[in-house]
Structure formats: structure tokens, C-alpha cells
């Protein structure tokens, strides 16, 4: 147990739905991320907030949208996504984001997406 | 533009060998590299973070290094166990928010 965890663990959706992925962390992080895992390629930095403001938008499609209404929680919505979107979403958080001594990160273990 | 290479991306020993996983990554200008663990279908747990100031870091029967002028990690594993089958992956960081991933080594250890 990571201190960081995910629900669902498992998510099957069609193209015009609309779901939400959770991520909560009780480690007292400020610092929150969302990376994508597609099959045999790296991990993809998606969305990083810190201390609850988003500082970071890899270039991430609208359909994706992050939400961070507190420091130990992190959602992202899905809208109209593609078969391609198909991947495991990994949340992580990390204790201070300014600080390259203290921020080692830790994992949830993910959301398995699969688009029909 | 940061690129992280792991090789090799398959490794198959017998239990009780020891052995070596290696990371590249193209630009040296890194506060640290950190090396993860993750089992099939799950998140990553974190093994070692070595500052850029660092050479090594150990935890148990792992031991990691880091040579930033050459731009190379390695992570060695003594005496492998079957426990031990997993992806291992290193990721470099270059500034806060920048992270980037090798694709990973799959490990499996035999008994």
C-alpha cells in the first residue's frame, strides 16, 4: 500500500461516454500527476497540479480534463475518447514539488481503460 | 529534448544470479534518477533515488548507480529471486515537473 489509491481499478467505456477517474492520496503530498501506460511504450506525463494549480499540460487532448479540488485529491474526466486512449492511467504524488530532495514518487495502482 | 533508454527491454537468469539492468539518458543535466518497480497491471513502487550529486545509492540486495558525465545508470540486483520477475524502469528528472521514463526491463527470474 502506497498511500496513493485509484478507483476504478478497471474501466470499460464506448466513445460517447462520460466517466471520471479518482485519485486520492493520504500521505500529506502537495503535489499530484497523472501519467498514461500504453503497451510497451514509456510512462507519458499527462497533467501535474501543485498545491492544487495545474502546472503542467503535456499537450493532452480536451477530451481528457483534469479536476484538483484539494491537495489529496485528483480526477480525470473522459469524454468522447478513442479507441486509441485505451491504456492504464497511474496517479502519483510527490511531497514537495519545489524540492528536488523530497520529491520521490509514489504511485497508485492505476486505472486499467479500455475504449470500445 | 530528454530521451531514456533501457536495455536490455527482456532479461531471463536463473534464481541466484546476479545481474545488471542499465538506463541511458541523452542530456546530463538531471536533479536525479530514480528507479521503480511494477508488477503486472499495477502502479510503480519506487527503489532508489540517487541526487545528481550522488554515485550510488543501496537498499538490500539492490544497489544503484549513476554516472551523469556519461549519462548512465545501472541497477544491480545480487543473489535474484523469483520474487524479484518484474518490470523495472528508471526515469530522470530535469526540472520539477519534467520526468521522463525509460520504456523498462522485464525481469524474470527462474526458479
Known amino acids: 500500500e502506497t498511500g496513493v489509491t485509484q478507483t476504478p481499478r478497471h474501466l470499460v467505456m464506448g466513445m460517447t461516454n462520460k466517466k471520471s477517474l479518482k485519485c486520492e492520496q493520504h500521505l500529506g503530498h502537495n503535489a499530484m500527476y497523472w501519467y498514461k501506460q500504453s503497451a510497451k511504450k514509456p510512462l507519458e506525463l499527462m497533467f501535474v497540479?501543485?498545491?492544487?494549480?495545474?502546472?503542467e499540460n503535456n499537450s493532452v487532448p480536451s477530451r481528457f480534463s483534469p479536476e484538483c479540488p484539494n491537495s489529496s485529491h485528483l480526477f480525470l474526466h473522459l469524454h468522447t475518447l478513442q479507441p486509441e486512449d485505451s491504456a492504464l492511467y497511474l496517479c502519483a504524488s510527490s511531497q514537495d514539488p519545489y524540492s528536488a530532495t523530497n520529491e520521490k514518487l509514489f504511485f497508485g495502482s492505476g486505472t486499467q481503460l479500455s475504449v470500445l | 529534448k530528454q530521451e531514456v533508454t533501457q536495455i536490455p527491454a527482456a532479461l531471463s537468469v536463473p534464481e541466484g544470479e546476479n545481474l545488471v539492468l542499465n538506463c541511458s539518458f541523452t542530456?546530463?543535466?538531471?536533479?536525479?534518477l530514480q528507479w521503480f518497480r511494477q508488477d503486472p497491471g499495477k502502479g510503480l513502487t519506487s527503489l532508489l533515488l540517487i541526487q545528481s550529486s550522488q554515485r550510488e545509492q543501496t537498499s538490500g540486495r539492490l544497489n544503484a548507480s549513476l554516472d551523469k558525465s556519461s549519462g548512465r545508470s545501472t541497477l544491480y540486483i545480487a543473489a535474484s529471486q523469483p520474487g524479484d520477475s518484474a518490470t523495472y524502469l528508471c526515469a530522470v528528472r530535469r526540472n520539477n515537473n519534467d520526468m521522463r521514463f525509460g520504456a523498462g526491463t522485464r525481469l524474470t527470474v527462474k526458479p
Open positions: 542530456d546530463s543535466a538531471i536533479y536525479n
Open positions: 497540479y501543485n498545491f492544487k494549480e495545474q502546472t
